[in-house]
């Protein structure tokens, strides 16, 4: 079975501060992929990143880091110089197939980020 | 319009009434989903349609009822709905229903049964 944890439910930064995400995952397949959604409060949720289980280089885009420790079953994210529009609910996912063959995507329960200005 | 859209964004509906919601994808997409989202709670997977075939039924009650009329369109239909299905009903996308696609998702309709 799959299980994504993401055990801060609640984060609150200053502006400009870094904050790091973290996200541990469970899945007895081989080969899965990792991803990190964000939910403003608008309610639609934004794709941010997908990572491969074979692929462990970190990543950068921005603002943002992902570092996947597959030894530690781990994707954490890190917003470096966090801003107020980074204030929303963000969401680690681990995809893996069900017993069809088809996709199942198990989220975590989210962390709500508050960016204080 | 791009990406995935919902209709409604918000609806109250009694116990008694019958509504539906509706999902397109403008994104080429060939594989559908519907997600429930509670407060506190994970995302909860409903159905997965791929190439208009549902392939997917979470055990989710009769009452909510999905219809793929063609790989752009998704719906969900609701009738004798219950309080505790007061939620943000997601939609989603993907390339195909392969586990490494990414899904993008709609704006959700907020409902709240009365």
């Keep these: 079975a799959q299980k994504v944890t993401q055990a801060q439910t609640e984060i609150s930064v200053v502006e400009k501060e870094d904050v790091t995400l973290d996200c541990v995952y469970e899945t007895r397949d081989t080969t899965y992929y990792l991803f990190w959604y964000k939910q403003p409060p608008s309610g639609e949720l934004v794709f941010l990143i997908r990572r491969n289980s074979f692929d462990e280089q970190n990543e950068i885009s921005g603002r943002y880091s992902w570092n996947f420790q597959k030894s530690t079953s781990s994707f954490n994210f890190t917003i470096t110089a966090s801003q107020v529009v980074d204030s929303a609910v963000y969401f680690c996912a681990l995809s893996g197939l069900n017993s069809g063959g088809y996709q199942k995507v198990t989220f975590g329960t989210g962390t709500k980020l508050q960016v204080i200005p | ?114």
């Design chain 2, 1 to 114: 319009e791009t990406g995935v859209t919902q209709t409604p964004r918000h609806l109250v509906m009694g116990m008694t009434n019958k509504k539906s919601l509706k999902c397109e994808q403008h994104l080429g997409h060939n594989a559908m989903y519907w997600y429930k989202q509670s407060a506190k709670k994970p995302l909860e997977l409903m159905f997965v349609y791929s190439l208009e075939e549902r392939v997917e039924n979470n055990s989710v009650p009769s009452r909510f009822s999905p219809e793929c009329p063609n790989s752009s369109h998704l719906f969900l239909h609701l009738h004798t709905l219950q309080p505790e299905d007061s939620a943000l009903y997601l939609c989603a996308s993907s390339r195909t229903a392969w586990e490494k696609e990414t899904q993008y998702f709609g704006p959700g309709t907020r409902l709240l049964v009365l």
